[in-house]
């Protein structure tokens, strides 16, 4: 895994992927202890909300409306912003904004840069080709900073290093910054990181940040997290570059006051973030001194055009589907093979990837629905997993052996007669099957072909005799 | 009340003695019941596992079959669930008008069993003698589709003779999820152990649950592992008695 970047066109499928990680017990135990810690947490501070539905019920709302308008939000941006005095670039696609980045540093005339955490830069594999141009991204982000220290892939949007534990972490910075010495209090594993960081705060000109929302009606833009190294990042470099992808704007600056509420509890289970950054364009007085903002779309618009998949747009991206979803709980992130795991994971893929790399995904999921139940901004996940399943299937058409017999049971159920006799047939079918147990009871042990994973660990009743239809028959004929 | 049951294709092949509890409990409680012949499958398999054109036709047999019921009752909740969250979305696709009215007729008068008992009928007591440990596991679709909250459990507890204990985890998905368990084999199984473990450490002798497809993915492993833990849905529980009536 280490160093390669994630993507679904060069990932196994899903459950390939999920075994390999499901045999790393260590992985394992470390994604379910920080996911039991964050739910916990979020389950806390949600619950003293007396008006919890209602907030989720406004973000849905306010995040409806942005998507249903976004042209004229995103114009009203970058006409705010520009007289701000920022300077509003437009992306079509991934590449065009790393082009766009790369340029902009260049021109500054820095070979280094530091940058606070955005899913956006990972979705663009922006760091390789910073690399590639001969320039040094530096993560200040403390997750972020194992994650590259590492060479490693970040498994969760919000804790990209969920799966490593405290050893694993003093291993990566002793080697990496060189601390023979190296504690293993949470305390000395910090003082090491703000050591680290703090030189290159001071040192680098050029910053790069992603966005947590764009603002239309002001033309600001907002960061929040939690360690302050954000506000570093967005305040002591002469050039600040921020890349965004298109849907992260917001109308109204009061539209906060709903988000700032449900993201970090959703989150990290705070009530508030401790560092929540606004700016808008640039000031003689304080900050950087040019500010460009990289508006991306990277198939954000055809994703809007499709009317069922859209809501996935409205995301925030708090990582709570992750953290609730018992199929991320059991695989962690890198089995998704894509930067987005988890349940949104398994819904934005293979929307901004072309479905035909991620068709694992949408099957990721036993729809149980609690990725549903937690989104703040009311994502019907399971909803937009069946709608993609549905974009899988006619890919593939109906030349394979599960379609067929997709087909096959679709015939049967439109008739009646034709179910009473695959009843009938089931039963005859089964037989070799079955044995008998020590109460006279038929069981199977073993299935063939794709029913087998069924029967490496369960077992399956062999068929009743006499189905409720019969019995109801000849209820009806005997007279009870 | 004329009560029209919908006992999934899944009970009527596979757990024929949850449609008959069913029966037993309704009649037993004055009610007329009818099994419409015609009914099949309720498109669910189909439709969640992408096969949309599949599960279409199903919708408007079972409309056909159900248009003129009093009440529709199902012991299933993840075919209630399919016919709430998707039925009218399936008519608006297919485009007919009068199915769309039919269903959407039709849709507030079908009930999954406990929550027909608890919510419909405002029933707790149904006069079931079991006399066994039991525990009771939530089933997703009960639990988050159809917002059976505690119904099941009032239920449970108005049975004479029961024992029922607590299980750690009731909300955690068992792992089943349709064709999720034959397509991600090995996530399925290990979300299974965590909730057979959870089901062992309550020394329940049976575990029960409002949807089969859920207990029959837990009934696999138990029988596997040799437990001697029995799997029982609901309305089996619920039909029981001691005889005296
Ligand atoms: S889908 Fe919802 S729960 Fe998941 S990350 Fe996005 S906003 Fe959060």
Redesign the interface.
Known sequence: MSGTALDPRTAPV??MA??SA?GDTQLRKNVRHATDVIQGKRARVVGEMPDWQELREAGKRIRQHTMAHLDVYLEEFERNCTKAGGVVHWARDAAEARRIIVDLVKATGSDEVIKIKSMTTEEIQLNPALEAAGIHPFETDLAELIIQLGEDQPSHIVVPALHKNRQQIREIFRTKMNLPELGERPQDLADAARMFLREKFLRVKTGVSGANFLIAETGGVCVVESEGNGRMCLTLPETLITVAGIDKVVPRFQDLEVLLQVLPRSATGERMNPYNSIWTGVDAADGPKAFHIVLMDNARTEILADAEGRQTLNCIRCGACQNAC??YR??GGHAYGSVYAGPIGAILTPQLMEMEHAQSL?????????C??VCPVKINIP?VL?H??????EQNGMRNVE?LA??A??M?????RR?RAA?RM?RIAESPLVRK?GQGQG?I?WLPG?????T??????S??K????D???KRGTDGK | MRVSLFITCYNDTLFPETGKAVVRVLERLGHTVEFPAGQTCCGQMHWNTGYQAEALPLLSRFVAQFKGAEVVVVPSSSCVAMMRDHYPKMAEQLNDAALKREVEELLPKVFEFSEFLTKRLGLEDVGAYYPHRVTYHASCHGLRNLGLGDGPLRLLRAVRGIDLVELQGVEQCCGFGGTFAVKNAEVSSAMLAEKTTAILNTRAEACTACDNSCLMHLQGALHRQRTGVETVHLAEILASDDGTR
């Open positions: 899903f459950p999920a075994r499901m018992p199929v059991q695989t949408p099957y990721a999921s036993s729809l149980c629905g609690a549903y139940e909803e069946i993609l399943r549905n974009k899988v299937v379609a997709m087909r049971m679709g049967i159920f439109q008739s009646e179910f009843q089931g147990d069981w042990g794709l029913l087998g994973g069924w490496q660990v369960r077992d399956l009743q068929m009743p006499e189905t409720f239809r019995w109801w028959e």
